[in-house]
């Protein structure tokens, strides 16, 4: 986390959603809703700033550093801004025994971005990402952390990359 103070205010509409989730646990357990205040914070803002880590803890009355150590452990939460479109590629052993890495290596070169990179055009993020528990299915990918794509030859992953900027083509 950057020791450079900055300070996020909430909407009212932010805070309406956080308090719902708050709700779902008794007072002394609001600790228990940074998850879900988390993805909220990300739907909203694209990604999770230090300072909104750092305003969330505040809200849910516990540590900044424990906020951050949740955003900072699941790879669903994008510390930093992404590409419209996310991919996340399982490379965990099963799946890398299935051409997981090879699907992330077409990746690579047909994005021309490095794993952690986002295209200049700022529509594609590649990441890599421990079990997505589909193994069976793989080489899998989840794209923006909702959508599962399973079996994804090269061909469906071209097919897949395709589709996506032609969808942001379209008017």
Do not use: W
Not at 58 to 66: F, G, H, N, P, Q
Not at 71 to 94: A, D, E
């Amino acid at each position: 986390m950057s020791s450079i103070a900055t300070t996020v205010t909430f909407s009212d509409a932010t805070i309406q959603r956080f308090d719902r989730e708050v709700a779902k646990y008794p007072d002394d357990q609001r600790q228990s809703a940074v998850m879900a205040c988390l993805a909220i914070i990300q739907q909203e803002q694209g990604h999770v700033s230090a300072a909104a880590e750092a305003a969330l803890a505040t809200y849910l009355r516990m540590e900044a550093i424990a906020v951050h150590e949740v955003t900072t452990f699941y790879n669903m939460y994008n510390q930093q801004p992404v590409g419209k479109f996310k991919l996340n590629v399982c490379t965990n052993l099963p799946c890398q025994l299935r051409d997981g890495q090879s699907a992330l290596h077409h990746l690579e070169h047909k994005l021309g971005i490095s794993m952690g990179g986002t295209t200049a055009d700022g529509l594609f993020t590649l990441q890599q990402s421990e079990c997505l528990g589909a193994c069976a299915d793989s080489p899998v990918m989840l794209v923006n952390d909702r959508h599962m794509c399973s079996f994804m030859s090269n061909d469906k992953l071209d097919q897949l990359i395709d589709g996506l900027r032609a969808s942001e083509a379209q008017p």
